[in-house]
């Protein structure tokens, strides 16, 4: 049994574990989420596991490494299953409008220094019943079940050839895919974080990854936040 993926990582990552190292669970005694949620996932149903990496990146760029993940999880689905996924800011992925997939991205930091990313991805595969409407599976879409080591493999393939090519100082491909794939650009959004909200339409993402927002006072950049979009705007 383990809590959370990401918690054993960041244990291994604080005891020296090198870049790779991977932690997969057939289940989670408290498996979390961002904004402190927890994540939720019948025993044997979904794919969860966490990376640890060590890139070289100035701390501010480590928000990459999310879009990383998530841009790898939306092809490696695609590829895989044929079914048609977009990437909702920063890094959800969704099928049919309803969340398939998330990733929790944590730093760690040595002083100013980034000394590890701890990259946890939780992938909806073979559930068949979700508490709520806007969470679906790869079964739910398609009545079919999936096996999770498959997929995993074609994440981690996927997640290697952007995260090598983003320390190659190349984020220009990563960015265009994460534009090309949005569910968000073009959208009229709230973006909540912060104990505040920005209201407006989400325009772009820039080249350190965060969300161009076209609100009454001008452009405003955002490096986190939960977006709302759609019906779901109050
Ligand atoms: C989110 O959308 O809020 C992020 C969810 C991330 C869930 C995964 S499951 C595997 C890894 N371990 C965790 O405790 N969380 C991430």
Not at 49 to 74: D, K
Not at 123 to 135: H, K, L, M, S
Not at 166 to 176: F, I, P, Q, T
Request: with cysteine.
């Amino acid at each position: 049994m383990i809590t959370s993926t990401n918690e054993r990582a960041k244990a291994w990552a604080h005891d020296g574990a090198p870049e790779g190292a991977l932690v997969v669970a057939d289940h989670q005694s408290a498996g979390r989420g961002r904004f402190g949620r927890s994540w939720v996932a019948p025993a044997g149903t979904a794919l969860l596991f966490s990376v640890v990496l060590r890139p070289a990146l100035e701390p501010p760029r480590a928000p990459l490494i999310a879009l990383v993940a998530a841009a790898a999880v939306r092809q490696a689905v695609e590829q895989d299953t044929g079914i048609r996924t977009a990437i909702k800011w920063p890094n959800d992925v969704l099928a049919d409008g309803k969340k398939l997939a998330g990733v929790l991205a944590e730093s760690l930091l040595a002083g100013s220094h980034l000394a590890a990313v701890i990259a946890g991805i939780g992938v909806n595969v073979n559930q068949e019943n979700f508490a709520t409407e806007r969470a679906t599976s790869l079964y739910g879409l398609s009545g079919r079940t999936y096996q999770r080591f498959s997929l995993l493999a074609t994440i981690l393939e996927e997640m290697r050839r952007r995260y090598q090519a983003l320390l190659a100082g190349d984020s220009v491909a990563l960015l265009a895919e994460c534009r090309a794939h949005s569910a968000t650009i073009g959208q009229d959004v709230v973006l909540s974080g912060g104990g505040g909200q920005i209201r407006g339409r989400a325009v772009d993402i820039d080249s350190d990854g965060r969300l161009v927002l076209d609100t009454q006072d001008g452009l405003v950049r955002a490096v986190a936040g939960e977006v709302t979009t759609g019906e779901d705007v109050p």
